[in-house]
């Protein structure tokens, strides 16, 4: 009883002094009685929970619906940091920047003023390498502890840097996750990006923030104070945060005079678990009602009971297993048995020649002297010429082709064979494939 009463105590007292903290940060607003303000500090103990925001992490800040941290990365960088800070100070907002160690020793007056006003100071490595995501932990490591080591030495107060720190890029692997965990930091995600290393326009920027933010209904959001499109939009980015009734959040660490505020787990819950169809349920716990009717016996299957003790059927033998069924019978073809042979159109050709026969040498003898009168005749009759130097009379050239009169009609000629179908080990002269 005494512990549950010191938990509740313990809550009430967390709860009120982020809730003062808050309220007077809003209400201390000189010359801006409309201004956004803080509705609420948060106080974390990065020991507890090791890994923050959605986009990559299961759990995130415990924040109620329409609550919004701003955080700020890779500044600081005037005229732009400087732009930044001025808005925010006018609407009494409060952050949480994420510096590069060599920018901060590049400005360590922004870096003053950013902790002077009231801002969270965390680490976003020396110099934002895009290879944490395949460093080894040594060089991870080395970037982390210089980032912290340049931030602090910018301030000049060791105690003003939180444990907080973000991947550059969010480029993460659990071998370094596992590593700044073991160190004490807390690693921040975001929930909501705006997109504005994209170099898109302010108004841009400002539209995509505010949407997304009203399709999740609150978290982390990440900006990057050294861009342009963020300076130019920050007045916009608070007049929409304003219209749409969101809230901002201060987060700082938790230090022995400032202790953690009291959340319950739920709280940090990031992201919703999928949903499963298929509920989980444990057989051992079901309740089932007795089988209406009773199981039949093995028996009426032809087989014996599961545990091989039925006596009808311990000693039957099982059927032998057999690759291949027994009295098949392989018939041979004889040795003389022939296939026609496949028709010539089978194999897509026009027309397969037969083979040239030799022909007897008295017939090549009377071919050649048919030939030769066949010239003769054919020899065009001398004409007379006239007085113009024309010819009276020009007798037309008969066709070889026609022949001799009172001659027989020459046999075609045959051509060689054709095809990979040859007969007699002739070799083929071409092929006229269709």
Known sequence: MRHALAIVTSLVSSVAFGLSLGSAMAADCPGNPNALGVSRTIVVDPTEHHLLGSLNYKESLPLNDREVVLTFDDGPLPPYSTHVLDVLAAECVKATYFLVGRMARGYPNLVKRIYAEGHTIANHSQSHPFTFHKMSVEAASKEIEDGFTSIRTALGDPNGVSNFFRIPGLLRQDSVERHLTSKGYQTWSVDIVADDWLHVPASEVVRRTITRLEARGKGIVLLHDIQPATSGGIVELIRELKAHRFKIVHVVAATPERPKTETVASQ??????????????????????????????????????LTGNDKQYRDKPLPPIVLMPHGVSWVALSPSATLPAPAAENFNYVRVWQPRTAAPAHADKSK???????????????????SSGLPKN????????????????????????TGHQLPGGLRPSGTVPL
Not at 268 to 293: C, N, T
Not at 374 to 380: E, G, K, L, Y
Request: aromatic share 4%; charged share 15%.
């Open 268 to 305: 940090w819950l990031g992201r919703p678990e999928r949903p499963s169809f298929w509920p989980q349920v444990s057989v051992a716990s079901l309740q089932l009602p007795d089988p209406v009717l009773s199981a039949p016996n093995p028996g009426n299957f032809g087989i014996a009971d």
């Open 368 to 386: 050649a002297a048919a030939r030769s009168k066949v010239a003769a005749r054919s020899t065009p009759a001398t004409t007379s010429s006239t």
């Open 394 to 417: 020009t007798a037309q050239p008969k066709s070889s082709s026609q022949g001799a009169p009172n001659q027989p009609p020459r046999p075609p000629q045959q051509r060689p064979s």
